[in-house]
């Protein structure tokens, strides 16, 4: 509780005995505590109280102030800790949770740095503790081997709902090292590290989520790319300048010839950035999280970009890969629910890029379809012969999405998560389905299949989510229908993994023959042809299908959004277009009729409207 100097009296029983040890900040100096009326029961004795530096003394003797029997002032504390593992030797039990600001010399082992984590607010066992040490200097200090067991690993939080499991070993200091998960989770506030340690391992200060600073010393020689994760109020990274292994700009961590940009804080202020044109290499995670960030422009010569690289960077909406860039990591974008545009430059001979969805050079490939593009229907070009790894995560706008016949492979992940994901067709040249392709798409109700020799696959394919409340599962084998080729229902009731569908059901086709899905060029227009005319449930329309309809009505009619419909001319069995089919259809540019119309409705001049009008 913060009390304002504005407070002039406080009353009896105003903060009385509570089940926890709370903390009171009081803000008077000397001369206006001798103003206050306080009451000589105002406050339970066992509150630690916080008070201006210097002021202690006056606080003990002042009425009502006095019977707190834990007075602290705030402000730095020194402590020279002579021998490893007696850093509590120093600190009595009444100070270690008003202790906000602390420097530390001489040896710190696993001991030590058991009360340092209490005193931060996250002890060895993971739990939160009144500790309100929020500035630590241990620039003066060296890490040394031994001591108890800092953390139980198996315990400890890697965001503010999770935990990891882990071996014990793990919690032990070595000397000369920063180790992982050394001061995981605390809420320190800005941090100093040792001149001394030559390394700063894994997750080290991880999930720290109120570290604004951290401040890097003369000799560390590697900083694992996760050393920081999950601290999302990161703003500023500084690097000693005789560090010969790293250096910062502004805030920005990089390697010290500027050839590796290895973190840019979370909380930059700034909307955009411009990597500099030393860089070649973007380390994992590097953008990891910076939802400030509407604009980054990649240099000439930058040529890998590690995973996660620009992960949850959710306010980005484009991003223009150089011609040099040649290693570019599937997860790269995980998480960018913004961005709708991925813009490759047309010399780079590595990958390319087509309606703003990433492929490999050849198009054989398809990498990365954006999170931040809104179309509910895609389809995948002709050529593509795999759907990469993570192609579509958590593609949640999307309700179809059209595979063609060059399509071998369907890699794991490829479509986990697409929540609105209706209806999937799977060509007859599909020979690979990866784990967990079509993972928690809830909302899946019809899945084709034209294989007509089913291979196994794995359960998780078309897996989900569980729990013990049945409403929140997912069972995609209980909700989805598996449409499948004309004699081949007892093949899929036998293979694994397909056989998990409850619903199998044939399709009146020749298995031999998988008809050709036509490709439409406006959005529109399918939604409408595939309401009408879709006989096979697919979400698609095929030349069959198309070939197969006699009479368009006036499904078409008042249509605003249809600017073209040159698709038409796969609709082989019109003879005719009667009146009022594409009626006042007035941004409609473009059609193409079909040969065997030889009727078109003209509306019998001014008599009623016809067909075109």
């Known amino acids: 509780v913060n009390i304002p100097t504005t407070v002039r009296k406080i009353d009896v029983n105003a903060f009385p005995r509570t089940s926890g040890q709370s903390i009171i900040r009081a803000n008077y100096n000397a001369e206006e505590l001798q103003e206050i009326d306080v009451s000589e029961y105002a406050f339970n004795p066992f509150f630690i109280l916080l008070v201006p530096a210097g002021t202690k003394d006056a606080y003990k003797n002042a009425t009502g102030w006095s019977g707190i029997d834990c007075i602290v002032e705030r402000g730095e504390h020194v402590f020279h800790v002579a021998t490893a593992g007696t850093l509590a030797n120093l600190i009595s039990e009444d100070e270690k949770y008003g202790i906000e600001e602390m420097k530390l010399t001489g040896e710190l082992n696993g001991t030590d740095f058991r009360l340092i984590r209490d005193m931060a607010g996250y002890n060895y066992q993971g739990k939160t503790t009144y500790g309100k040490l929020k500035v630590l200097d241990l620039s003066g200090a060296r890490i040394v081997a031994g001591g108890e067991m800092y953390l139980d690993v198996s315990r400890i939080r890697y965001t503010s709902s999770e935990y990891l499991g882990?071996?014990?070993?793990?919690?032990?200091?070595?000397?000369?090292?920063?180790?992982q998960y050394l001061l995981h989770g605390c809420n320190l506030v800005s941090i100093t590290l040792p001149e001394s340690i030559t390394q700063v391992d894994n997750s080290a200060l991880g999930?720290?989520?109120?570290?604004?600073?951290?401040i890097l010393p003369g000799r560390s020689t590697q900083i694992d790319y996760s050393a920081l994760e999950n601290c999302y109020s990161l703003e500023r990274v500084e690097v000693a300048s005789d560090n010969i292994y790293h250096t910062s700009v502004d805030g920005i961590l990089f390697n010290k010839d500027k050839t590796t940009l290895m973190i840019y804080p979370r909380c930059l202020q700034a909307t955009s950035y411009t990597v500099p044109n030393t860089v070649t290499e973007l380390d994992q995670h590097a953008f990891d999280g910076c939802t400030n960030l509407t604009s980054i422009i990649l240099p000439d010569g930058l040529l890998g970009v590690g995973i996660y690289a620009?992960?949850?960077?959710?306010?980005?909406?484009?991003?223009s890969?150089?011609?040099?860039?040649?290693?570019?990591?599937?997860?790269?974008?995980?998480?960018?629910?913004?961005?709708?545009?991925?813009?490759?430059?047309?010399?780079?001979?590595?990958?390319?890029?087509?309606d703003g969805v990433l492929f490999d050079k050849k198009g054989e490939t398809l990498i990365c379809y954006p999170l931040g593009k809104v179309a509910e229907d895609y389809t995948v070009p002709n050529g593509v012969k795999t759907i990469g790894s993570n192609a579509f995560q958590s593609c949640g706008h999307l309700r179809t999405v059209t595979i063609p016949k060059t399509v071998t492979t369907i890699d794991e992940w490829a479509l986990v998560n697409c929540t609105s994901l209706t209806t999937v067709n799977i060509p007859q040249s599909v020979t690979t389905i990866g784990n967990y392709a079509?993972?928690?798409?809830?909302?899946?109700?019809?899945?084709?299949?034209?294989?007509?020799?089913?291979?196994?696959?794995?359960?998780?394919?078309?897996?989900g989510p569980q729990s013990s409340n049945p409403a929140l599962s997912v069972n995609i084998y209980a909700t989805a229908t598996l449409y499948v080729p004309s004699g081949c229902k007892e093949k899929y009731q036998a293979a694994g993994g397909w056989k998990?569908?409850?619903?199998?059901?044939?399709?009146?086709?020749?298995?031999?023959?998988?008809?050709?899905?036509?490709?439409?060029?406006?959005d529109a227009v399918k939604t409408i042809c595939v309401a009408n005319w879709d006989t096979n449930n697919d979400g698609e329309?095929?030349?069959?299908?198309?070939?197969?309809v006699t009479d368009l009505g006036t499904v078409f009619k008042n249509n605003q959004k249809i600017t073209s419909f040159d698709e038409l001319q796969y609709f082989t069995g019109l003879t005719s277009i009667g009146k009022g089919a594409f009626l006042w259809c007035s941004n409609l540019t473009s059609i193409i009729i079909p040969k065997s119309v030889t009727y078109i409705d003209n509306g019998n001049g001014r008599d009623y409207a016809g067909a075109f009008s």
Do not use: R, W
């Not at 882990?166 to 180790?179: A, L």
């Not at 999930?207 to 951290?214: G, M, P, R, T």
């Not at 079509?438 to 897996?463: M, Q, R, W």
């Open 438 to 463: 079509f993972y928690n798409c809830k909302a899946l109700e019809k899945v084709t299949s034209y294989i007509v020799d089913p291979f196994a696959i794995k359960h998780n394919v078309f897996g």
């Open 321 to 354: 890969i150089p011609s040099s860039v040649n290693d570019l990591h599937v997860t790269v974008f995980e998480g960018c629910t913004n961005l709708s545009n991925i813009i490759v430059d047309d010399s780079n001979e590595s990958y390319s890029s087509v």
């Open 166 to 179: 882990g071996d014990f070993h793990y919690s032990i200091t070595e000397s000369d090292i920063f180790p």
């Open 500 to 522: 998990n569908f409850e619903k199998i059901e044939e399709m009146p086709c020749d298995p031999s023959t998988e008809p050709e899905n036509i490709v439409f060029a406006s």
């Open 310 to 319: 620009f992960k949850d960077c959710t306010q980005l909406p484009s991003i």
């Open 541 to 548: 329309l095929n030349m069959d299908e198309a070939a197969a």
């Open 207 to 214: 999930a720290c989520f109120n570290l604004k600073s951290v």
